[in-house]
């Protein structure tokens, strides 16, 4: 019997009691040490084995989390292409395409497609060869690795760890017991460490999360953001303002890792979520499922539109369900605290680049 996500993390992070849920943990817990144990010893590997480990001529981000589910990190990879664009450097976008139709690119490509236009965005499980291929063929001068943090045969210069601070450690336990990646002790691999919804938990809570991060990476760079809804955009590109939201009722679904905060991000807006309706992540909506939803909404009391995520429309591509309005909430982030000491690092970077850029062997050969 599988597990549909609300339902793993029901189990996971003990909200379901009786003896079902506690027999589902246990079950669980048995399967969690051997899968930690590999993880420690995949990275004992890389740790031990530094040429499995492939460098690339430009400096390489990374854009990762340690546990299941979505975090957030879509908006932060925009920000951070559009940061270093905007100081003229060639960006491109490199991801395994998890999700994705063969031969075709997944939501979050299509997403950032929409927001990045004109930005190359590779998708490859061999990131590697994804990274090198960006150099030749648009002469990318940095690469923006979009979910390695587990990837570690491509070499990184700069590694950023994304939280939810909704569900900010897999519950203490490693998958499948929670929803951990790998152990927190990976922690200590990243240079930045992003938390996000920052705004949706008491300043006490987030510095319990901070503190708990620092045990296992001390000198990480630590900033929190807040998803910020900007507008509402219709599948033919037609913009609202988010006024339209204030007072709204709300029939919403979603294929994300994370529906709890697409739901809490909402209900900033002003609106009233009259029901949510939840996807696997990265789910392939057929035309039959498109056709149910449109029966579902129509099943609600009193719903004035329907609202999706932008990874949601990008896939579905209509603009009503039924006879009601189809938008997507589009998203982006504002870093709350942290920003300075991030660009800090990001100024590195920039610096290099237009040194190199610069320099008469300019694009010479392997980073040092």
């Not at 340690?66 to 664009?85: D, S």
């Not at 008491?202 to 990480?220: D, G, L, S």
Request: hydrophobic share 40%; charged share 25%; net charge positive.
């Amino acid at each position: 019997m599988l597990l549909s996500p609300a339902e793993f993390r029901e189990i996971v992070s003990g909200r379901r009691r009786g003896v079902r849920g506690a027999l589902w943990r246990a079950g669980l817990a048995l399967l969690e040490s051997p899968y930690a144990a590999a993880m420690r010893w995949r990275n004992w590997r890389y740790d031990r084995r530094p040429t499995a480990i492939r460098r690339l001529p430009v400096p390489v981000i990374s854009v990762g989390n340690i546990t299941l589910g979505g975090v957030g990190k879509t908006p932060l990879v925009e920000w951070l292409a559009r940061w270093f664009q905007d100081r003229g450097v060639r960006v491109a976008l490199i991801s395994r395409g998890y999700g994705g139709e063969a031969g075709g690119y997944n939501d979050e490509a299509l997403e950032l497609a929409q927001k990045l236009p004109g930005t190359p965005h590779i998708q490859n499980p061999d990131r590697a060869a994804a990274g090198q291929m960006a150099i030749e063929q648009f002469g990318s001068q940095l690469l923006l690795l979009d979910d390695a943090f587990q990837h570690r045969r491509i070499h990184r210069d700069l590694d950023i760890v994304v939280l939810d601070a909704l569900e900010p450690l897999g519950y203490n336990r490693v998958f499948p017991r929670g929803a951990l990646r790998e152990p927190l002790t990976g922690l200590k691999r990243a240079q930045v460490i992003a938390l996000s919804r920052a705004d949706l938990v008491t300043a006490q809570e987030r510095e319990a999360i901070r503190q708990c991060v620092a045990r296992y990476a001390p000198h990480a760079v630590w900033i929190e953001m807040r998803h910020r809804p900007r507008q509402l955009r219709a599948d033919d590109g037609r913009t609202q303002s988010l006024e339209t939201l204030q007072g709204a009722r709300i029939a919403a679904f979603c294929g994300i890792g994370n529906p709890a905060g697409f739901r809490r991000t909402l209900e900033t807006c002003g609106c009233h979520v009259v029901a949510l309706r939840e996807f696997p992540d990265h789910y392939a909506y057929a035309p039959g499922d498109v056709d149910e939803l449109a029966q579902w909404v129509a099943e609600q009391s009193n719903v004035d539109m329907t609202i999706c995520t932008h990874k949601d429309l990008v896939k579905i591509r209509r603009t009503s369900l039924g006879s009601y309005p189809l938008w997507a909430l589009e998203i982006g982030i504002e870093i709350l605290a942290g920003e300075a000491r991030l660009e800090q690092q990001l100024e590195v970077f920039w610096k290099d680049i237009t040194q190199s850029a610069a320099s008469p062997q300019g694009d010479g050969g392997p980073r040092p």
